[in-house]
């Protein structure tokens, strides 16, 4: 692999829900997630953690939802 540098995706699905207030049934969702992290661990970038994450919910009969961010963590040393 690549040193400092990890991925990993995550899954889900949920089906027959229904809204707890309505009791109407809401829309079943299939929701993958995507997450890649680089953390050196020695040199001038020691301390840094940079985090690219994807994630697409996908409902079925109704309007896709998306998310892309990037994060970025730095430890500082007291």
Known sequence: G???VSAFINFAWGN???DPNTDENLADATEYD???DFRPKS???NGL???ARYANVDFEGGEDTQDARIIL???LPF
């Open 2 to 4: 690549l040193p400092s």
């Open 49 to 51: 953690w940079l985090r």
């Open 73 to 75: 963590n730095y430890e």
């Open 43 to 45: 040199g001038g970038l």
């Open 34 to 36: 995507f997450t890649i």
């Open 16 to 18: 027959n829900a229904e």
